[in-house]
């Protein structure tokens, strides 16, 4: 593959180093970007600061004729977008040729969960690994599905980062921003024991991750495969497993078992409220149900 020219190179890392230090971006989304800007400007073989909308066809044109899914074609106009953006605040464009430009329209994909009893199943499968791994996967999964967790967080957690008189977690989220999050009793001990079978022979001194190992951390390689071995040992298909189903079936059972959507939108840490609703179109039982015990006339007509 050949190299771009030094001066868009220069560009995309300038903004890839705006964007780490302004927004806190995580390194999976700087990679991401890094790697659809580059993909772009091999494509469309215009510098970025002539791009022009005669370009910008021609570039989603090319996209759609290479069979891009609607998700990715969007994923690359957003980054493109927030590119742009950043050039013009920086004086390197006075306009922004994308800004106008609509995203593909996106198939709607509802969130994926586990039942009560699967989740409850994975527990109980976790204490059946060899230990160590049966005490630490079982604090994992209990600290996972308890608070909501991202991967990301979950293996981001250090040992300062419990609050065992409040029994809840210090989460740092998505751009660096912190949140409390309660968690059950039983997960805080789960927790404990696994910090104290660790540490019986003295604490490590390699890292403050709270998942570690004697040896090394935990990542999400070793995690995922945990995960899976885990789901064959409850007999759940291991596709249907992963850290991020067990944070949707978080917040589904949740708001199923009452949870209003302000409170789940700050516990799971989304910024926008309209990323928590997506939940209630998997029960839209629920709603109803609601409706049905809690709206005054509903009683009223029961008395008739």
């Known amino acids: 593959m050949t190299a771009l020219p030094?001066?868009?190179t220069r560009l995309i890392n300038r903004f890839l180093q705006a964007q780490a230090?302004?927004?806190a971006a995580a390194a999976n989304s700087l990679l991401a970007y890094e790697t659809d800007l580059h993909l772009t400007a091999r494509q469309i073989d215009t510098d970025f600061r002539e791009m022009d909308?005669?370009?910008l066809r021609r570039l989603i044109k090319g996209w759609e004729a290479e069979g891009l899914l609607p998700r990715t074609r969007a994923r690359r106009l957003s980054t493109l977008r927030q590119f742009m953006s950043w050039m013009v605040a920086d004086g390197y464009r006075t306009d922004n040729p994308v800004q106008f430009l609509d995203s593909?329209?996106?198939p709607e994909s509802l969130p994926k969960s586990l039942g009560e009893e699967e989740v409850l199943g994975l527990l109980a499968a976790a204490r059946k690994l060899p230990p160590p791994d049966?005490?630490?996967m079982e604090a994992a999964l209990e600290l996972l599905y308890a608070g909501g967790l991202r991967i990301s967080e979950l293996l981001g957690l250090k040992i300062q980062d419990i609050a065992p008189?409040?029994?809840a977690l210090m989460i740092t989220g998505k751009g660096g921003k912190e949140r409390l999050v309660p968690i059950t009793e039983l997960a805080l001990q789960r927790a404990l024991d696994w910090l104290a079978f660790r540490d019986k022979d003295g604490p490590i001194t390699h890292t403050d991750q709270l998942l570690s190992g004697r040896d090394r951390e935990m990542n999400r390689q070793s995690f995922s495969l945990l995960l899976k071995k885990i789901a064959r040992i409850a007999g759940i298909d291991a596709s249907r497993v992963s850290p991020h189903i067990l944070r949707h079936s978080f917040a589904t059972h949740m708001l199923n078992r009452g949870a209003d959507l302000r409170t789940l939108q700050a516990l799971l840490g989304h910024a926008d409220i309209a990323t928590t609703q997506i939940y209630t179109r998997t029960r839209p039982e629920r709603l109803q149900g609601l409706v049905a015990s809690a709206h005054p006339l509903a009683k009223?007509?029961?008395?008739k």
């Open 104 to 106: 593909p329209k996106l």
């Open 6 to 8: 030094e001066g868009q």
């Open 300 to 303: 009223n007509a029961e008395n």
């Open 134 to 136: 049966d005490l630490r």
């Open 53 to 55: 909308a005669h370009d």
């Open 21 to 23: 230090a302004e927004k």
């Open 165 to 167: 008189q409040k029994s």
